[in-house]
């Protein structure tokens, strides 16, 4: 952040033609932080006003510059106050750097890399710097925006370390993909997936599996900063990918005179603490059968350089176990980033490489399919503990093989839990590897240009090893092998031309360019399957594939090139106004030849109110901004024209490829937004606050189709998805004295999500819903209705009497019809999963070296169904409800009351497939998310470290308000199905740590 | 300063020929190369060739298994009396106990659409003017998988399928019927004139490219469905049936001549019974085959663990009984019954016998249908033809025995589903007998010799009432259903109310009742069978 400074007040000065000619002499000081224990600050740039000379100050906070009398030096450092100084007489200027509370004069990444002063965004952003970042750490860095940006919406997956992350911006909006695009340095990075669970029951293959996201990657402690960008308009740069908003990863640079070591460690223990309300006993066997967790991240990092070479290097390594038995995961980030400038600065070269690699031993699944908890949570063996089954095969003489050990018949959905940690285990092996280049010419004053390249690769492997014995449903008598590979490429280029120019009070500051992204993914599939089998029994390789049509082996090759021209400007009168222009044409080979070309184009305007009127002491700073944007998208590779598929030993797919109905068009979006932000009383209190409005209009998705067609789905170009809301924060600083301070900010949104119109009457389509997470054989589902809301859930619901008794026919609960517009197939609307309202408090408060943050993050509004208590009823009696003896009143159809109790009511409703409107929650939960405690230890200036700190942290440790059985706030599925339900995920972990950090 | 405008204009020949590629040809990057084009997939044929597979391996769906078992395993084959399920699905509350799960019954109604509806009418665009009789096979494997369609909902999409790209119209029963008659009378005919052509050879997994085994299964079905229709249009039923009765290739008669869809793949009742546990005997089979001491038991069963050596059926539509606290306790209770033996589950998968035949000549005799031979003569056959299918001995002693019954069932683990048999009818046959009683008999001994077919069993029971099988323990259905009665279709289904809810409503009508599981389809008359 330092470093773009740098540049951006270089621009500046360079618009400045005046030049001074004046005896120079050399200068020196030291730059220290304001207050009771003020520190040398290492690293602040020192400029002289109106030149591009620049140092930075070394360890101590040093520095020394050649400087005449009447130059001005310009000190600044992110985080902190700049300040200017006249040289004067004297040769010697020390300063000291004040803390800058909402940093509203810094500059702000935005789309392509190109900097901004954050006063003339006419749209909302806001960010999140290291220090903020690291306090608690995350092993997936993304985590820790919850609550701390207003409108991010973050739900956590439940597979454990490693797991991705669902991010929703201002709403969801997209059959497709609603996650955000992530881009690090400039330069959109390939985020694939792979894979996330759509299924209820669990799938076949392996369990409802995350594929996990590229975030999960990245070495938090490499991270500067984190800017959302929260709409369209700030996206619309990016193209198509931006359009759920971006999130920019800015990451650290080398610095120019300083040399410095970073280690940080970071332990902690977390237990498994969120889940459904067991009995005294299952309560036992499921605490014997979860782990305590043990999380270690430990960073190393080291940079330094000269004014026209800086290095940055980093190693860090996690290595976390899980609360599930066997879950482990290991991982090694490398980062290496060289900056050099050559002919006397025209030239600046960057290089960067980053090369990852994780290995995830039986990341936990969710659903029924292969799933530990299921056997967990229901086991139920009178007299026997659970952990009488950590011995889990037993020897098999007839087959002479060890076999699985089970008190009960094992079944599809349920076999010995470390039966299938031990011998249906899994392993993910993902590596990643993000090159990239960027070379800048300094043509003139005025006028720069920039080219850019990188090449993105990730790599998704995963490996599953099914002993014999393992339950028939999931494999064949000798067992199952399956392993899936895949390699996911990106390549990037891009030219950008910059001018800055300044005539009189107008400034120019503008970008054209050009770019190409080409997509391309190949998988390979290899399954033995449950039918096709395994010749050796426990023999793991694809040799030993029966060869039959039962076993499948399949590659896809899918590949997408865009091409892009782009331009943006934005124009600024007297810094009291700013007008913003963006436009963007992108040609994409995933559309039809003939209709491959969509433009669009964004406007904003900011009024600077505090430099137009003269407002007084007590308002500090206020501005307005609007903004208008349209995005246009293209669609998936392979939709346009899909071929049939071959079947491996089963010859053509009998079902043809989804094919459109029409003419494939781009999607669109068009989206305003306007929003004002205010600070007072020499920024002790301040606010923003903004509105949006978002219509994603001719989405192209797939929609079923009467079979008496000769299709099954189609493809069709409609539907209009609208989100509209409110989001702001409030930050406010109530004590300020020389060894006590408080910090304080309030991050809010609300969103209002209306599915306007799902078919377009002229797409002779007689629907008016769509699948997102469908019901399968189960009974929970989510469909986009037209009038309701992304994020409906449904479910079945028990019919009532007058009385509100459920009516029990015939010995089983009867299915309530008295709802039938809001009932789709005989499941019915029960909420949303969506909150209507976020709000996170986040605080910090320092005395003296002593440091306290902490958390609050609250969601308010929205559904949760916990189909795990639903299954653990209907497969067993563990729940404490259905062990103290209450009773329930209910009524047959004639009307007769009689009573049931608690146990034979909740055997009726539970069960996957049964009444799972019994099992709806409020998702309302306010949690102490965050915890730190610090201290910072007053070190000498003869010590060997400059700085030591070391922090108790504690992560997700309670909830002040909860309904549901378990954590509303984490998710089967970081796509869009699966929200809304905990189906036997992973429970939700608390967990406490130590943080040490050591700068020498 | 040289440098730097060497510098400046490699950039901008840089930044030209990014701007170039934009207008770049795009074309050619989409799409997956690792799937078949039409091109290639011309190469011998197979656009026509490959699409024969799919279409004989759904009309009974191979794979996957769980498929199968809501196409057919979890309505028909328990409905036909011939199966249970020894787990109460959905605590008790499913199609057994007539609480009808709208997610299963989808798949009777998409798999034959997706895999065999689809792929015919490929090969007839494809083949009809030049290799007819490709197109005459398909057009037979087309009948056979969606008359059992009909014969589930009644009006199905059929000779208005395809014709449009969103929604679709229903034929009512008798249209679709009619068509089956015209579809399978144009189809014979094509045969009979292309009887040497050696092309289909290479794709049949059945008859091995024999077209006069195709002509005699072809008579043989259109035997079956005017036999079907006897009762509600008995003139169309005589005229349709006599016209296979007369044919110069005649009907199977003979059990190498039997139809049966030779898979590549496992029976997918073996995974569903062996694998999973998930189907076990019916009572009514037992009260039936016990009753008569039915030698075939031992090629149909295994004896039960329950009580050991002795064949162990369940009752239909069992609900969560009283005393289990959940599926799998109850499971774990009858799982333990007979399991279907694996000699009825090869990959071979039974879709016409040549016993089946006889017996329906057995019925056209009584019909007074010409072409027949005695309906004793027929029936007999049928019995010793199906004792043949199994290498078994002794079927004269068998259809001459006067005494044997059905016997009553006793439930050993619930005493509660104790039931008495509900009929008395003997083997051995009696042309003193009524009419009603002679049909009794032969479709007491056809569903035996059925089985495990459970789609034309149920079709057939709900046709005349017979054999007697022993109504559900349980019935959710609200009223919809009788009880005795049992159920007679499938309502339609919710992907086809979603998709095309008029058409679904112009279907209704064409029902000619409500869209609920207790409506009669066209050809089901209720009354006696004379």
């Given at each position: 952040m330092k470093k773009t400074i740098l540049i951006f007040s270089t621009f500046l000065s360079l618009l400045i033609i005046q030049q001074v000619k004046a005896q120079e002499k050399t200068i020196s000081g030291t730059v220290t932080s304001k207050g009771a224990n003020a520190t040398p600050i290492p690293g602040v740039?020192?400029?002289?006003?109106?030149?591009?000379?620049?140092?930075?100050?070394?360890?101590?906070?040093?520095?020394?510059?050649?400087?005449?009398?009447?130059?001005?030096?310009?000190?600044?450092?992110?985080?902190?106050?700049?300040?200017?100084?006249?040289?004067?007489?004297?040769?010697?200027?020390?300063?000291?750097?004040?803390?800058?509370?909402?940093?509203?004069?810094?500059?702000?990444?935005?789309?392509?890399?190109?900097?901004?002063?954050?006063?003339?965004?006419?749209?909302?952003?806001?960010?999140?710097?290291?220090?903020?970042?690291?306090?608690?750490?995350?092993?997936?860095?993304?985590?820790?925006?919850?609550?701390?940006?207003?409108?991010?919406?973050?739900?956590?997956?439940?597979?454990?370390?490693?797991?991705?992350?669902?991010?929703?911006?201002?709403?969801?909006?997209?059959?497709?993909?609603?996650?955000?695009?992530?881009?690090?340095?400039?330069?959109?990075?390939?985020?694939?997936?792979?894979?996330?669970?759509?299924?209820?029951?669990?799938?076949?293959?392996?369990?409802?599996?995350?594929?996990?996201?590229?975030?999960?990657?990245?070495?938090?402690?490499?991270?500067?900063?984190?800017?959302?960008?929260?709409?369209?308009?700030?996206?619309?740069?990016?193209?198509?990918?931006?359009?759920?908003?971006?999130?920019?990863i800015t990451t650290k640079k080398g610095r120019a005179g300083s040399f410095k070591v970073n280690f940080s460690s970071n332990v902690f223990a977390e237990s498994a603490a969120y889940y459904i309300d067991l009995n005294d006993e299952a309560e036992n066997n499921i605490e014997d059968f979860f782990n305590s967790g043990v999380t270690s991240i430990t960073s190393v990092s080291a940079s330094g350089g000269t004014e026209n070479a800086q290095t940055y290097f980093s190693y860090s390594n996690t290595f976390a176990s899980g609360v599930l038995p066997t879950n482990d995961l290991k991982q090694h980030t490398i980062n290496i980033r060289e900056t050099a400038k050559f002919f006397d600065g025209v030239l600046t070269a960057n290089a960067s490489v980053l090369a990852t690699t994780q290995t995830i031993d039986n990341r936990p699944v969710s659903g029924l399919y292969f799933n530990p908890l299921v056997g967990a949570y229901n086991f139920d063996?009178?007299?026997?503990?659970?952990?009488?089954?950590?011995?889990?095969?037993?020897?098999?003489?007839?087959?002479?093989?060890?076999?699985?050990?089970?008190?009960?018949?094992?079944?599809?959905?349920?076999?010995?839990?470390?039966?299938?940690?031990?011998?249906?285990?899994?392993?993910?092996?993902?590596?990643?590897?993000?090159?990239?280049?960027?070379?800048?010419?300094?043509?003139?004053?005025?006028?720069?240009?920039?080219?850019?390249?990188?090449?993105?690769?990730?790599?998704?492997?995963?490996?599953?090893?099914?002993?014999?014995?393992?339950?028939?449903?999931?494999?064949?008598?000798?067992?199952?092998?399956?392993?899936?590979?895949?390699?996911?490429?990106?390549?990037?280029?891009?030219?950008?031309?910059?001018?800055?120019?300044?005539?009189?009070?107008?400034?120019?500051?503008?970008?054209?360019?050009?770019?190409?992204?080409?997509?391309?993914?190949?998988?390979l599939n290899a399954d033995s399957g449950t039918n096709g089998g395994l010749q050796f029994a426990n023999v793991f390789s694809i040799q030993n594939f029966n060869a039959n049509p039962g076993v499948s082996f399949s590659q896809t090759s899918l590949e997408k090139k865009v091409?892009?021209?782009?331009?943006?400007?934005?124009?600024?009168?007297?810094?009291?106004?700013?007008?913003?222009?963006?436009?963007?044409?992108?040609?994409?080979?995933?559309?039809?030849?003939?209709?491959?070309?969509?433009?669009?184009?964004?406007?904003?305007?900011?009024?600077?109110?505090?430099?137009?009127?003269?407002?007084?002491?007590?308002?500090?700073f206020a501005k307005i901004r609007g903004s208008y944007a349209e995005v246009g998208n293209d669609v998936p590779a392979n939709t346009v024209f899909p071929e049939r598929q071959i079947l491996f030993g089963g010859g053509l797919n009998p079902l043809d490829p989804v094919r459109p109905l029409g003419e494939v068009r781009p999607e669109q979006q068009t989206s305003y937004e306007f929003g004002t932000e205010w600070r007072f009383f020499d920024n002790r209190f301040g606010f923003d606050i903004g509105y949006y409005h978002t219509s994603t209009i001719d989405q192209y998705f797939q929609v079923p189709v009467s079979t008496g067609t000769g299709s099954v789905t189609v493809g069709v170009n409609s539907g209009d998805i609208i989100n509209q809301g409110f989001e702001g924060s409030v930050f406010i600083v109530p004590i300020q004295t020389e060894n006590f301070k408080w910090t304080s900010n309030i991050n809010f949104a609300s969103n209002d999500n209306e599915v306007k119109e799902i078919s377009n009457p002229s797409d002779d389509v007689q629907i008016d819903n769509q699948v997102v997470s469908p019901p399968g054989v189960n009974t929970f589902a989510s469909y986009l209705v037209e009038g309701g809301s992304y994020g409906d859930i449904y479910a079945q619901v028990v019919k009532r009497d007058a009385s509100g008794r459920p009516v029990v026919e015939g010995g089983a609960i009867v299915i309530n019809d008295e709802n039938p517009d809001n009932t789709i197939a005989g499941l019915e609307k029960v909420g949303n999963a969506n909150p209507d309202f976020t709000l996170g408090w986040n605080n910090s408060i320092t005395y003296k070296q002593i440091s306290l943050d902490f958390l609050i993050d609250g969601k308010f509004g929205g559904e949760t169904i916990s189909m795990t208590e639903a299954i653990v009823e209907g497969l067993s009696n563990n729940t404490q409800r259905e062990t103290t003896n209450g009773t329930i009143e209910v009524a047959n159809l004639a009307g007769d009351v009689s009573t049931l109790t608690a146990q034979e009511y909740?055997?009726?409703?539970?069960?996957?497939?049964?009444?799972?409107?019994?099992?709806?929650?409020?998702?309302?939960?306010?949690?102490?998310?965050?915890?730190?405690?610090?201290?910072?230890?007053?070190?000498?200036?003869?010590?060997?470290?400059?700085?030591?700190?070391?922090?108790?942290?504690?992560?997700?440790?309670?909830?002040?308000y909860k309904d549901a059985p378990h954590d509303p706030n984490v998710t089967l599925s970081t796509g869009n199905a699966l929200q809304g339900v905990d189906i036997l995920g992973l429970p939700s972990t608390r967990s406490w740590g130590l943080n040490i950090n050591l700068t020498f | 300063m040289k440098n730097i405008s060497n510098i400046f204009l490699s950039g901008i020949v840089v930044f030209s020929m990014v701007l170039s590629s934009c207008t770049d040809d795009l074309e050619g990057i989409d799409g997956n190369p690792r799937n078949i084009t039409q091109e290639q997939l011309e190469v011998d044929f197979q656009n026509v060739g490959s699409l024969y597979k799919p279409m004989f391996e759904n009309i009974y769906q191979y794979t996957p298994p769980w498929s199968y078992q809501l196409q057919q395993n979890l309505n028909a084959d328990v409905f036909s009396g011939y199966m249970t399920n020894p787990r109460p699905f959905v605590a008790g509350a499913n199609n057994t106990t007539y609480n009808l799960v709208s997610g299963w019954n989808n798949f009777i109604w998409s798999v034959p659409y997706s895999n065999v509806m689809n792929n015919a009418r490929t090969i007839e665009n494809e083949t009809k003017d030049e290799f007819p009789e490709l197109f005459a096979v398909s057009q037979i494997l087309?009948?056979?998988?969606?008359?059992?369609?009909?014969?589930?909902?009644?009006?199905?999409?059929?000779?208005?399928?395809?014709?449009?790209?969103?929604?679709?119209?229903?034929?009512?029963?008798?249209?679709?019927?009619?068509?089956?008659?015209?579809?399978?009378?144009?189809?014979?005919?094509?045969?009979?004139?292309?009887?040497?052509?050696?092309?289909?050879?290479?794709?049949?997994?059945?008859?091995?490219?024999?077209?006069?085994?195709?002509i005699k299964y072809a008579n043989s079905l259109r035997l079956r469905l005017a036999i079907r229709i006897s009762k509600v249009d008995p003139a169309k039923a005589k005229t349709e049936g006599e016209k296979s009765l007369s044919h110069s290739n005649g009907v199977i008669e003979t059990n190498a001549d039997s139809f049966f869809v030779n898979g590549t793949l496992d029976h997918p009742i073996k995974t569903i019974n062996n694998s999973w546990g998930d189907i076990r005997m019916n009572a009514s089979m037992e009260s039936i085959l016990v009753g008569y001491e039915d030698p075939r038991i031992d090629s149909y069963f295994n004896a039960s663990e329950v009580n050991e050596g002795e064949f162990k059926g369940i009752r239909n539509g069992l609900p969560l009984l009283p005393g289990y606290d959940d599926e799998l306790a109850q499971k774990a209770d009858y799982i333990t019954f007979s399991l279907l033996a694996d000699e009825v589950l090869t990959p071979s998968v039974q879709l016409m016998t040549a016993a089946e035949v006889f017996f329906l000549k057995a019925e056209a005799a009584l019909r007074g249908w010409s072409g027949t031979g005695t309906a004793q003569s027929n029936y007999e056959q049928g019995i010793s033809t199906s004792f043949q299918q199994y290498s078994l001995s002794g079927s004269t002693d068998y259809f001459s025995n006067t005494t044997l019954t059905p016997k009553d069932y006793l439930d050993p683990v619930n005493p509660a589903n104790n039931i008495a048999a509900l009929s008395d009818i003997t083997i051995a046959w009696d042309e003193g007998a009524s009419n009603e009683e002679k049909l009794e008999r032969i479709i007491t001994q056809k569903w035996i010799a059925m089985f495990p077919e459970g789609q034309e069993a149920w079709s057939e029971y709900r046709r005349t009432g017979y054999p007697k099988i022993f109504p559900v323990v349980s019935n959710q259905s609200g009223g919809a259903i009788d009880t005795d009665i049992q159920i007679r279709r499938i309502p339609f289904v919710d992907s086809e109310l979603q998709t095309n809810p008029d058409g679904v409503a112009d279907a209704v009508t064409k029902l000619g009742g409500a869209d609920t599981p207790g409506t009669r389809l066209w050809w089901d008359v209720a009354g006696g069978n004379f």
């Open positions: 740039n020192v400029v002289v006003k109106g030149t591009t000379r620049g140092v930075q100050t070394d360890f101590d906070g040093r520095y020394t510059i050649e400087a005449s009398s009447s130059d001005v030096l310009d000190f600044s450092y992110v985080g902190l106050i700049p300040i200017s100084m006249t040289v004067g007489a004297s040769n010697m200027i020390d300063v000291s750097m004040e803390e800058n509370l909402e940093q509203l004069d810094d500059v702000v990444v935005t789309a392509l890399g190109i900097q901004k002063s954050r006063k003339s965004l006419t749209y909302a952003a806001q960010d999140i710097n290291a220090a903020e970042l690291s306090k608690v750490r995350q092993t997936n860095p993304v985590n820790s925006l919850s609550g701390k940006i207003s409108g991010v919406v973050i739900n956590r997956s439940s597979s454990g370390a490693g797991g991705s992350v669902k991010v929703t911006l201002r709403g969801n909006s997209s059959l497709g993909n609603n996650q955000p695009l992530y881009v690090v340095d400039g330069i959109p990075l390939s985020n694939p997936t792979g894979g996330q669970p759509i299924d209820t029951f669990g799938d076949l293959n392996g369990g409802n599996k995350d594929g996990g996201d590229v975030l999960a990657l990245i070495n938090p402690d490499d991270i500067e900063s984190l800017t959302v960008l929260k709409g369209a308009s700030a996206s619309a740069l990016y193209g198509s990918a931006g359009l759920n908003g971006v999130i920019l063996s009178p007299g026997e503990r659970l952990s009488d089954y950590e011995n889990f095969e037993e020897l098999d003489s007839d087959r002479n093989i060890q076999s699985q050990r089970w008190f009960r018949a094992t079944s599809d959905i349920e076999q010995n839990p470390y039966w299938i940690l031990n011998r249906n285990a899994s392993e993910d092996t993902n590596r990643k590897l993000l090159a990239s280049m960027n070379l800048k010419f300094k043509i003139s004053d005025w006028l720069s240009l920039q080219t850019r390249g990188t090449y993105d690769q990730t790599f998704l492997g995963y490996d599953k090893e099914v002993f014999a014995t393992t339950e028939a449903t999931l494999a064949p008598i000798n067992g199952r092998y399956i392993f899936n590979e895949q390699d996911i490429r990106q390549i990037y280029g891009d030219v950008i031309a910059t001018i800055n120019k300044q005539f009189n009070n107008i400034t120019v500051s503008a970008n054209i360019g050009a770019s190409t992204t080409r997509n391309s993914i190949e998988i091409n892009s021209v782009f331009a943006s400007t934005t124009i600024g009168f007297n810094d009291q106004l700013f007008v913003d222009l963006t436009a963007r044409n992108d040609w994409s080979s995933s559309l039809p030849s003939g209709n491959n070309s969509y433009f669009y184009p964004s406007v904003g305007l900011t009024g600077v109110l505090s430099e137009i009127f003269d407002m007084g002491d007590k308002i500090s909740y055997g009726l409703a539970g069960g996957r497939n049964g009444f799972t409107g019994e099992y709806v929650y409020s998702a309302t939960n306010v949690r102490l998310a965050e915890l730190a405690i610090g201290y910072n230890f007053g070190l000498s200036d003869s010590s060997f470290f400059r700085n030591i700190k070391a922090s108790l942290i504690g992560n997700n440790l309670l909830f002040f | 087309k009948v056979t998988a969606m008359h059992r369609v009909s014969d589930v909902f009644g009006p199905i999409v059929y000779t208005k399928f395809g014709e449009s790209a969103t929604t679709s119209e229903y034929d009512s029963q008798e249209e679709v019927y009619t068509a089956f008659f015209n579809d399978l009378e144009e189809a014979i005919q094509i045969l009979s004139d292309n009887i040497d052509s050696p092309r289909f050879t290479a794709f049949d997994l059945s008859y091995g490219g024999n077209y006069e085994n195709w």
